[in-house]
């Protein structure tokens, strides 16, 4: 099962359009998990129509229109695997035992806010996965989104897309 994790999307208050090879690979997902900050509604239809399965929550900066479509949290289990999704975890400082009692039974946590990539995993396994954003790069040197593949119950190939600058 192929996945796409994306977050802090910020259409269209960064850039106007979502980068091509993040919607190619949106195509080819057999599921997508977005952690927060559409910005506009626009963004979410376009994941909707373009997603075989879209998980995703809103995140501090979406207003009514997207909290009244998505949750703060969701969660979905696939191949035995229990994946949550959430916008925000707190500061990077002890972010894996905080969340780990945040989100027990709970294997893989998608999240965004920072807009800086992280992988790592909690004393308990919990797999902690934030993709950056593919469209603010912050105080990164390129923006990111992050891809994996599922396979028997396990999460393999986690892959960090380095995106170029926009022209």
């Known amino acids: ?18 980068p091509a090879a993040l919607l190619d690979d949106l ?60 916008h925000e975890t707190g500061p990077a400082r002890g972010r894996e035992q905080r969340c780990e009692a945040r989100f027990p039974g709970t294997d893989v946590l998608v999240f965004g806010h920072s807009h800086i990539p992280w992988d790592t995993s909690a004393p308990g396994g919990l797999r902690l996965l934030n993709p950056g954003s593919p469209t603010d790069r912050r105080r990164q040197p390129v923006a990111t989104y992050l891809t994996a593949r599922l396979d028997d119950g396990r999460l393999t190939e986690v892959h960090l897309h380095r995106l170029p600058r926009p022209a």
Do not use: I
């Not at 796409?4 to 850039?15: I, K, N």
């Not at 900066?61 to 035995?80: C, F, I, M, S, T």
């Open 27 to 86: 195509a080819e997902a057999d599921v997508v998990f977005h952690a927060g900050d559409w910005v506009d509604t626009a963004t979410l239809d376009l994941f909707e129509a373009r997603s075989a399965r879209l998980v995703a929550v809103y995140g501090n900066n979406d207003g009514r229109a997207l909290r009244e479509r998505l949750p703060e949290v969701a969660r979905v289990e696939l191949q035995g695997l229990r994946f949550a999704v959430v």
């Open 1 to 18: 099962m192929r996945l796409l994790l994306t977050s802090d999307t910020h259409l269209p208050t960064r850039v106007r359009h979502l």
